[in-house]
């Protein structure tokens, strides 16, 4: 999902917008509806588990490494916002100096409902 570039961007110890609800299409060209309520899931899941979820490059493979991994998400109308921890510095670095301008996400659907897999950064491709 395309994201508004982060002009404004104080860092991964602040909350980042990550999802918003609201029709989208995904990389294979499938469109759903999210609604607040897939939101709130998200974050319940987040919460009742003790794993926290990848910050990557773009949607990588399961081998990839991580530049930083979620502390919190939380919603705040139709926006989902996570807040990360371990933040590699080069690639915050990136990510101020306007290389990652774009966010998107795997969603997963579980047993328990719906949870992140990873939050991707998107750089020359949207």
Request: proline share 6%; hydrophobic share 35%; charged share 30%.
């Amino acid at each position: 999902m395309k994201k508004k570039p982060l002009s404004d961007f104080k860092g991964f110890g602040d909350y980042i917008e990550v999802f918003r609800a609201g029709k989208q299409t995904d990389s294979k060209g499938d469109t759903r509806v999210w609604t607040v309520g897939d939101i709130d899931q998200i974050v319940a899941h987040h919460c009742a588990s003790s794993e926290p979820v990848p910050m990557v490059i773009g949607h990588p493979t399961d081998t990839a490494p991580s530049y930083g991994w979620s502390r919190d998400f939380k919603r705040e109308g139709d926006v989902l916002l996570a807040k990360f921890s371990q933040v590699e510095p080069a690639f915050e670095k990136m990510v101020r100096e306007g290389r990652f301008r774009n966010r998107s996400v795997r969603i997963i659907k579980g047993r328990d409902g719906l949870r992140l897999g990873h939050v991707g950064w998107l750089g020359a491709l949207p």
